[in-house]
């Protein structure tokens, strides 16, 4: 089992930034990708940012040069800086790790894998 705790959650105004965290422990992952993926009510679950264990990342389109996914040398950690927010940015944002598959955002599949409880992301125009 993988364990996965978001925090950073929060309200911002448009253009404003967050950095969301992510901690991670248990079973060996160190191979896993990991990545963010969030979910706005009456909307589709969207994959965000994936990292793999050598550190390539992938974005989705909507979210490209604003958020920066990154992760510790253990990884025990993982981040997602988020600038330029936008109100449609606004979501439960979710930690992810172990899908099978490629390791892009698009492939992100958190029921396949494990998946943290969330932090809540409000961007007020």
């Known amino acids: 089992q993988v364990q996965l705790v978001e925090s950073g959650g929060g309200s911002v105004q448009s253009g404003g930034s967050l950095r969301l965290s992510c901690a991670a422990s248990g079973s060996p992952y160190s191979s896993f990708c990991m990545g963010w993926f969030r979910q706005a009510p009456g909307k589709e679950r969207e994959g965000v940012a994936a990292i793999a264990s050598d550190g390539k990342t992938n974005y989705a389109d909507s979210v490209k040069g604003r958020f920066t996914i990154s992760q510790n040398n253990a990884r025990t950690m993982l981040y997602l800086d988020m600038n330029t927010l936008k109100p449609e940015d606004t979501a439960m944002y979710y930690c992810?790790?172990?899908?099978?598959?490629?390791?892009?955002?698009?492939?992100?599949?958190?029921?396949?894998?494990?998946r943290g409880q969330g932090t809540q992301v409000t961007v007020s125009s």
């Open positions: 992810a790790a172990g899908w099978p598959g490629p390791c892009t955002a698009v492939h992100l599949r958190p029921d396949s894998g494990y």
